[in-house]
């Protein structure tokens, strides 16, 4: 049912940049909150980012806050992370994730309703 496909990850060296991007279908992209989440080795998942339905609001992580920008495009069913200034500390698996229901959530969220495969992110010289 529903599917969020990542792609767009990849090795950068530190300060580099990389854009992000999630295919959603399966459900009313446009009706949803989305977040990107993300994964480093042994740990769980962590909130990174959060957009409202018509992305016209986002939020961020503290760690990544200046530096990375959440955007989305309904009309293509897509979500993006433009990721500048990259760290060694950004290293991880990206997810794109819905919340478990439709409306504005608490932030950061708890929980996820879904999320996709990722894709990898390594910063290094």
């Known amino acids: 049912q529903v599917q969020l496909v990542e792609s767009g990850g990849g090795l950068v060296q530190p300060g580099g940049s990389l854009r992000l991007s999630c295919a959603a279908s399966?459900?009313?992209?446009?009706?949803?909150?989305m977040y990107w989440v993300r994964q480093a080795p042994g740990k769980g998942l962590e909130w990174v980012s959060a957009?409202?339905?018509?992305?016209?609001?986002?939020y961020y992580a503290d760690s990544v806050k200046g530096r990375f920008t959440i955007s989305r495009d309904n009309a293509k069913n897509t979500l993006y992370l433009q990721m500048n200034s990259l760290k060694s500390e950004d290293t991880a698996v990206y997810l794109c994730?819905?919340?478990?229901?439709?409306?504005?959530?608490?932030?950061?969220?708890?929980?996820?309703?879904?999320w996709g495969q990722g894709t990898q992110v390594t910063v290094s010289s």
């Open positions: 994730a819905t919340p478990r229901r439709v409306g504005a959530p608490r932030l950061p969220p708890p929980d996820f309703g879904s």
């Open positions: 399966g459900f009313t992209f446009s009706s949803y909150w």
């Open positions: 957009i409202n339905t018509d992305g016209t609001n986002t």
